[in-house]
């Protein structure tokens, strides 16, 4: 973040930024009429329940250590990557079996163990 962008220019960001949000928006309502069946309060608990626990645990890091900003920075990009991995792994091999001694960790363990 440049400290002496002026005004103009921080609009210009913030109107790209939308722009692409909104893009990315549109993207994703395929996968969620494909795979929420219906239901697209589980759906978007279910990606609620991959991201959450990083968003906690730096802002519980932040109150009661002394963690500085790149610190949490990497903390989020490396939480969220491994979470929306996990998430995507589990939305496209949806249906098939995962039993109890299977190695496929990634795809098969609990979600929490990613987030």
């Known amino acids: 973040v440049r ?5 103009k220019e921080l609009v210009l960001v913030g109107r790209v930024t939308t722009g692409v949000m909104v893009v990315l928006s549109l993207l994703w309502v395929p996968v969620i009429a494909s795979q929420s069946s219906g239901s697209l309060y589980i759906f978007t608990q279910g990606v609620m329940s991959h991201i959450s626990p990083v968003v906690s645990v730096v802002f519980l890091l932040g ?7 790149n610190p949490a ?3 989020f990009g490396v939480g969220f990557t491994l979470g929306i991995s996990r998430f995507l792994v589990f939305i496209l091999s949806q249906g098939t079996y995962c039993d ?9 363990g609990n979600f929490n163990y990613f987030a």
Do not use: E, N, P, S
């Open 3 to 7: 400290k002496d962008a002026g005004g």
């Open 63 to 69: 109150m009661f250590t002394r963690i500085g900003a």
């Open 73 to 75: 920075l990497v903390g």
């Open 100 to 108: 109890a001694h299977r190695d496929d960790f990634f795809r098969c």
